[in-house]
């Protein structure tokens, strides 16, 4: 699907649905936790969070691998960003990327590896190189001819001596946009994490979402390939980091400008760091829990999109907290996480019509809500109400599609869980 046509195909921008790019250098991946958990580290993002030390797919089998490409594939997307830790973090990491491999060989499908610099040391090129042997193996992700290898942080490292041996088009995590011009570690482009309004870091910000981050990325890269970063969401809830983003039109928003920037690449944060709230897959079944399933489980977000580029049925897409923003837990070992000053107490409803219809959403017990909404692709937001979440789309009188919510929105709650349940009809 080319640029030119991808405005007509916002419909598979929502939630689960990215867009592929016909053109040869041009694509969409996710980033895939493939690493360890371990919430003593003192990292900002990734992997290096939390409590439990397992696994995040240490007990995934080459079935598994292709069950989650086959759904990526299903909507869009065209390759993994395998985030992993060195054997001696993960003893399972070589047997992962292995299954990896195979698994994308088998299924047209696209991966590469990125390297979680929680872990990985500067000086490591040995097994970097050890890492990067799967590179010559049909299922690798390739730019220019050179085989894609990227990080999670780890904008120092040295590509030279991996260069050396290895045909590799290194497009590193920067953690600020003017290091493009300062480093001269033989990086070939860059990945921004900035997939969330913020000044920076971690700290938070009011929305919506800006593209003051990336314009920076593109002027100072100067013409070497930009990965700009989508999301859905970010919420999290552990004693190491407890917050959660401004992200309540965001995924919408930030589409939009992915379609205004036209970037050469796309990396979705992420396909399935359920402790960040921030995926996009359905449930994985040997997925390892961080102790993320406190709000992760039974919140999905790969709600129901037309299986076409085009609007060419009508659809709905909704999405909410389960709770106000103000109310008090009552047997949560933790504060409720900062941000949440910053939230409105919203319920947002996309609506993907073939024609103008009403769009009516009852919230609780407050009064129906009526819009008028156009064609295509809109978003609108409604208060939020306390109990049965209820749509409903009319067209000329007749109800064409509708019904309640997943999931009741309640005043009164045990743990804190700022995450966001998604359905759509």
Sequence with gaps: MGLKSIAAALALLLWTRSFAFAQTQKAVYAHFMVCRIDWS????????????KVGIVENYTVDDWKADMADAKAIGIDGFALNCAPPRVDSYTPKQLANAYQAAGESDFKVFVSFDFAYWQNGMYSFFVRS?????????????????????????FDWAPVKAVLPVTALPMLEDPIQATELHTSFDGALSWYAWPTDGGNSIIPGPMTTIWDDKYFEWLAGKPYIMPVSPWF???????????????????????????????????TWNDFGESHYISGPQPHHSDDGSSQWAAGMPHDAPAPPAPTVDADGLVYWYRPTPKNTQCTNDTLP?????????????????????????????????VSVNVGAGIVTSNFTMGVGIQTFAVTRNDAKILGGDGGLKITSTCTTYNFNAYVGGF
Aim: aromatic fraction near 10%; charged fraction near 10%; glycine fraction near 6%.
């Design 336 to 368: 409720a996480p900062n941000g949440i000053n910053l939230l409105s107490d919203s319920v947002f409803v996309t609506t993907m019509l073939t024609s103008p219809a009403t769009l009516t959403v009852t919230s609780g017990s407050l009064a129906p």
């Design 235 to 269: 919420s999290t809830h552990f004693n190491s980091k407890n917050w959660v983003f401004v992200c309540e039109q965001l995924i919408t928003d930030r589409w939009n400008q992915v379609l205004a920037l036209k970037p050469q690449l796309v990396e979705i944060l």
């Design 41 to 52: 580290s003192p990292m900002l993002h990734g992997c290096a969070y939390a409590s439990l």
């Design 132 to 156: 990067l042997n799967y590179s010559s193996l049909p299922g690798q992700a390739k730019w220019n001819g050179g085989a894609i290898a990227s990080t999670f942080v780890g904008e120092f």
